[in-house]
């Protein structure tokens, strides 16, 4: 049995980090997910899909500048280029294609391995910049 020692360290037990639900995983991703497969597949691009896909990679650049992870903000602004090049110039190729799908699915596994509430902070950061102008738009501005 060992003495009471006053400067010991008590260890706190906190609860685990909650994570999305498999339910507010769907929730959150299959709209984007088909709006990829969609603009994959079609021939012409559909300026509609290429935004609910870039979405995705917002969120994912939010939580990587949240948790400060550099190799991850450099691999989702090249994808935003890709993206801003697709939308702008029409630079559609089946390397951007695939390019978009591997960097998608990468995006996709990095928001749902966070915390519930790092993802929502992440939306709403990224809520917030749409709604007060800090971005770029993709679409033409006279639709």
């Known amino acids: 049995m060992s ?6 360290v ?3 037990v906190t609860p ?17 997910r088909l709006h990829l497969e969609m603009l994959i597949s079609q021939e012409a691009l559909n300026s509609y899909y290429l935004i609910s896909v870039v979405g ?7 939580l990587a500048y949240l948790y400060k992870d550099k190799r ?8 935003q280029r890709t993206v801003l ?13 695939e390019h978009l799908r591997r960097v998608f699915n990468i995006a996709e596994a990095y ?11 992440a939306i709403n950061l990224v809520e917030y910049q749409i709604k007060h102008g800090e ?5 033409p501005l006279d639709v």
Do not use: C
């Open 16 to 32: 685990a980090a909650s994570r999305l639900s498999p339910a507010e995983s769907v929730n959150l991703m299959l709209a984007p």
């Open 111 to 121: 928001i749902l391995a966070q915390r519930k509430t790092d993802v929502l902070r």
């Open 85 to 97: 090049a697709m939308a702008r110039e029409g630079a559609d190729s089946t390397e951007n294609r």
């Open 3 to 8: 003495k009471f020692n006053k400067t010991r």
């Open 56 to 62: 995705v990679f917002n969120v994912a650049t939010a």
């Open 10 to 12: 008590q260890r706190i």
């Open 135 to 139: 971005g770029s738009t993709l679409l």
């Open 72 to 79: 991850s903000i450099a691999l989702y602004e090249s994808v």
